[in-house]
């Protein structure tokens, strides 16, 4: 089995990455995390997730009818309880006591700096100086490759983790002495972006040998939280300076080679959007729309050569699913549907579907998104 053969299984996939009409709406990874809910769909015993996680994982997806994966992690509603990260160890972003890294106590925007200037610097051009792009190439496509066999023809597996660009690293020194930092220490920060451009495009060339020589679907998702319910997380103006010339030019070499990239959107990302667009990014998943990201306008914009988006749309995690009842399912699947391009469209979850979603709401989101699987926008639920 390759990649050509599940993809022309999976064709109304490929179609709609293409922006091709399709008589149905695919339907992508619905990552739930509680645990009952994942052994009720697979049709499983309790406890057996947890048993043999991947096995009854996958089960999961394709009793729900996924058409296409891009991040498999089977194994991640393990870091999760009934009610949550209950005992789980605290990190840099979710209320570690102190930071160390490499040594040095993360105290202060100083000790960022010191960080980045002393271990990381160092690191990057080091990871660019060995980097071999055909060993690069070679490992994407065996990786892919392995899990698309676990697959089977079933669902199609589609790209991510392989590909990079300039990401904050709030993840390794938390919020406050990073974005401390990024304020007080510009020319720091942009030096740190723009190693991690040189870096991420020489892996980059390789992810586009990797897409034009072993035939893996032309679609990849770019996935990093740069946004909270106010808008980024920093200065716009300083993204366009600092950020963006970097990002722009890293990706080029997927933007040329045809792949679709499309971003995960967290929070409020409206300022940032028409920056994408004009980099390169073809499209969105994940949409916030409690936080004022303003989907029927994302929706009717263009691409930097006019096509149309790619839009992986989502029943909302944070607020319907969670806290409303079927009929609000329902509703927001149609609107989804009817609001979202006439081509182009998936759908899905706006992220992973954390424990305490009622069972009458997941059984909702089941049945509608089959529905549109199957008959398109032909009718209303």
Known sequence: MDFGTVKEIKREVIDTINLKPTNGIPIALVHIMQHDHIE?????????????????????????????????????????????????????????????????????????????????????????????EQQYCKQILENELKIQREFGTDILKTGYGFAAFPCFAYGTYGYVNYFMAYALYPEVMEKHFSLQADFALVKNKAAALAYKGGELPPLYRLDHDMADSRGTLVNITTLDKIWLPHFIRCIEPLVKAGVRLIWHCDGNLMQLIPRLLEAGVKGFQGFQYEDNMDYEKICSMKTRDGEDLLIWAGVSVTRTLPFGKPKDVKRELEWLVEKGPKTGLLLGLSSSMIPGVPWENVETLIEGLRYYQKNGRNDNL
């Open 40 to 132: 009720r769909i697979a049709g499983v015993n309790s406890g057996d997730y947890v048993k043999n996680p991947e096995k009854v994982y996958l089960q999961c997806q394709k009793a729900i009818g996924a058409d296409f994966i891009d991040q498999y992690i089977p194994t991640n509603p393990l870091t999760m309880e009934s009610h949550g990260f209950e005992n789980k160890e605290h990190g840099a972003t979710t209320g570690a006591e102190s930071i160390v890294c490499d040594g040095i106590l993360i105290d202060s925007p100083e000790a960022v700096v010191e960080h980045m200037e002393t271990v990381i610097f160092p690191k990057l051009k080091s990871g660019i100086s060995e980097f071999n």
